[in-house]
Nanobody, 126 residues
Framework: VQLQASGGGLVPAGGSLRLSCAASGRISGVYTLAWFRQGAGKGREFVAA????????YHADSVKGRFTISRDNAKNTVYLQMNSLKPEDTAVYYCASKIWGLASREVAAEGKYDYWGQGTLVTVSS
C-alpha cells in the first residue's frame, strides 16, 4: 500500500485547509485510515482516524470541533478538513493505514499502523 498526502501549505490563524491522502496498491484489506502530525522538536501525535465504512471516527481532543476526518472509498482517499487553525497546529501531517481493524483504544497508537505516507507540511501563521 502506498499513501500520498497532499494539501499542506501556509495559512493564517483562523484559516482552513483540507488535506488529502490517496491510497494505491493492494488496498483491499485497508480498514482504518488515520492522520498523525509531528511539530518541530516534538513526537508524532494522533490527530484523527476513520474506519472503512466511515461509520466510526476518532479525533484527538486538541482538534475536536475544528478538524473532521472523512473518506471516499471509491477514490481510495482520506481527507482531513481543518478549520479554525491555530499556530500550534503547525506540523508535518502524515496519513497512515492499517490492514484490518483496530479496537477503538488502539486507533491513536502509531505503532499499530502498517503503512505511512510521506507527510505534508502545514504552517499556520499568527
Amino acid at each position: 500500500v502506498q499513501l500520498q498526502a497532499s494539501g499542506g501549505g501556509l495559512v493564517p490563524a483562523g484559516g482552513s485547509l483540507r488535506l488529502s491522502c490517496a491510497a494505491s496498491g493492494r488496498i483491499s484489506g485497508v480498514y482504518t485510515l488515520a492522520w498523525f502530525r509531528q511539530g518541530a522538536g516534538k513526537g508524532r501525535e494522533f490527530v484523527a482516524a476513520i474506519t472503512r465504512s466511515g461509520g466510526n471516527t476518532y479525533h484527538a481532543d486538541s482538534v475536536k470541533g475544528r478538524f473532521t476526518i472523512s473518506r471516499d472509498n471509491a477514490k481510495n482517499t482520506v481527507y482531513l478538513q481543518m478549520n479554525s487553525l491555530k499556530p500550534e497546529d503547525t506540523a508535518v501531517y502524515y496519513c497512515a493505514s492499517k490492514i484490518w481493524g483496530l479496537a477503538s483504544r488502539e486507533v491513536a497508537a502509531e505503532g499499530k499502523y502498517d503503512y505511512w505516507g510521506q507527510g505534508t507540511l502545514v504552517t499556520v501563521s499568527s
